[in-house]
Every structure is written in C-alpha cells, then in structure tokens.
C-alpha cells in the first residue's frame, strides 16, 4: 500500500530556533497532505491542509506565521516550526489526501518535538 | 464545524473482559473510520463504515454504524494485552480530511 514517511522522527531544539518537518509520500504523489498535532494523552487536531504549488489552507486558530508549510512537489509537504518555543512541543503527524479502496488514509510515522 | 465526541476517556480492564467506545455526532455522517494508536505510535487504520446500520467484524473486534449514521462503537471481546493502546474514531471533515474524536485510552492489566 502507499507510504508516507516523516522525517525526523525526533527532534530537540532550543526555544527560539526553527525546525522543519518533511512529510513524503514514498510511492504516490500527493497534491494534498494534511498535517495533525497531538499532545501528549489528547487527539489529533488539524492544522492544516497543505495544497501542492499553492498555499495551504490553516484551521481556525492555527498562526500561519509560526507554522509555515511548503508544498512544493506531488512528493514532499514541510512543515517548518518558526521560532519555537515549549508550547509547541508535540507531536506532528502528517497525513497524505490520498485514500485506499477502503478509505483509509495514509498517515506518517509522525515527528516528536521537544522544545527545551 | 464537524465534530465527534467519543466516551469514555480511559478504560481499564482486567485481561479477558469486553471494551467499548462509542462515538457520537449531533449531525449525519459520511462514513466514519476507527484507528488504535499505540503509545509512541501513529495512528493506525482499522476500519471505515459508510452504511446505516453497518456492522463489521475483525476477529475479536466489532464495528457498529448506527441507522442514523450520527454513532458509532467499537466493541472488543476478550480483551488481550496487546489491545492496549487508544483508539479514536474519525468523521470526514470534507475532501480526505479526518476530525478526530478525542479517543478512548484502553488500558489491559494480565
């Protein structure tokens, strides 16, 4: 079945330092990948809708300016974590806007973020 | 927007004992996916309802859609060790995009 891999898996930073996230999409391309944030002993929320050569589509709430996506190729959604700070350690799963015969969508390993 | 509320927040069972999470929606739903996420784990698919009244069965796992196809449950027979972990139900939010209910963390004790 389709693949999508994130990378890093995990990552540490230090407050005030920016981290991308790469989501690909391993043997499909993929003009729509959603990325999720969960923390710790909660659900997944939406974040965003990343849409390939135009910008992405940011849920209610969501600071377009502190999480910045790039959807550049059919392959590779980024998901860059501007000037990070604790609050925004979590972690980041991508999903790719592709669905299987029985509807499931593909999700990523997901991206851990510590912010010390 | 599109949300789903899902009970109870945490389980705990003795090993051997039947598990079930329900899922809820005060509008009609599309279909409605069920993942299990274990700890440090993404989450992983099980399956998805589209039918009113669908009932799906996956070994000791039970799926219900109901004939409003506003809920949905997860029933598990003879709970096991390796059911731990939480699983949530999703409802389409519109094109492949997935609202997540808060899910239903199962803990297992042998």
């Known amino acids: 079945g389709a693949v999508v891999s994130q990378h890093p898996s995990w990552v540490i930073c230090k407050s005030g330092t920016s981290v991308k996230i790469e989501c690909r999409s391993l043997?499909?391309?993929?003009?729509?990948m959603f990325w999720y944030r969960q923390f710790p002993k909660q659900s997944l929320m939406l974040m965003a809708t990343s849409n390939e050569g135009s910008k992405a589509t940011y849920e209610q709430g969501v600071e377009k300016d502190k999480f910045l996506i790039n959807h550049a190729s059919l392959t590779l959604s980024t998901l860059t974590v501007t000037s990070a700070h604790p609050e925004d350690s979590s972690f980041y799963i991508c999903s790719a806007g592709l669905l299987a015969s029985d509807g499931e969508l593909f999700f990523g390993e997901g991206s851990r973020l510590t912010v010390l | 927007g599109q949300q789903v509320m899902q009970i109870p927040q945490y389980q705990h069972v003795q090993e051997g004992e039947d598990f079930t999470t329900y899922c809820n929606s005060s509008?009609?739903?599309?279909?409605i996916q069920w993942y299990k996420q274990r700890p440090g784990g993404h989450p992983v698919f099980l399956i998805q309802l589209v039918k009113s009244g669908e009932v799906k069965k996956q070994k000791r796992l039970t799926f219900q859609f109901g004939e409003a196809k506003k809920n949905s449950s997860l029933h598990i027979t003879a709970t096991q060790t390796t059911d731990v972990g939480t699983y949530f139900c999703?409802?389409?939010?519109?094109?492949?995009?997935?609202?997540f209910g808060a899910g239903t963390r199962l803990a297992v004790h042998p």
């Open positions: 999703a409802a389409s939010g519109g094109y492949n995009k997935l609202i």
């Open positions: 043997d499909f391309q993929a003009t729509t």
């Open positions: 509008t009609t739903l599309s279909n």
